[in-house]
């Protein structure tokens, strides 16, 4: 059975709280556990995608050779499976003053690919303390 937490919105929306608690501050069980059915406002979140990036999305690609790609997320590419979903998100960057498309490994984001360009520079003086370059 779901419960608020089970929702999609359940940071912002704060409607458990009113449905959970009577006005003695005593707990109504059948809205603690059954939320899907007694709220209008509950979307479980075990039936959304959570993709690792969305179009539009400004990434930065921290290279081996230490040069920083400022890179705009063109497409995400979904691809379910019964036993996995895999996402393939598509960039383009600026090359040389040519646009260049590359493929983005989701679980790299964070790694060598980040959504801010401090992150970025943070890594790559890392990896050169390493002499990792």
Request: aromatic fraction near 10%.
């Amino acid at each position: 059975m779901a419960t608020c937490k089970d929702c999609l919105s359940h940071d912002v929306c704060g409607k458990c709280k009113t449905l959970a608690i009577t006005a003695d501050n005593s707990i109504k069980a059948e809205y603690r556990n059954d939320v899907e059915k007694h709220c209008d406002s509950f979307k479980d979140e075990k039936h959304h995608l959570k993709v690792p990036c969305v179009v539009g999305d400004t990434l930065y690609w921290a290279t081996n050779s230490g040069f920083i790609h400022k890179l705009t997320v063109t497409y995400v590419d979904i691809k379910l499976r019964k036993e996995e979903t895999e996402f393939d998100c598509w960039a383009v960057f600026d090359l040389d003053g040519r646009p260049c498309q590359m493929a983005v490994i989701p679980s790299k984001i964070g790694e060598i690919y980040f959504f801010n360009l401090e992150d970025a520079q943070k890594v790559l003086k890392e990896r050169e303390s390493r002499n990792e370059m």
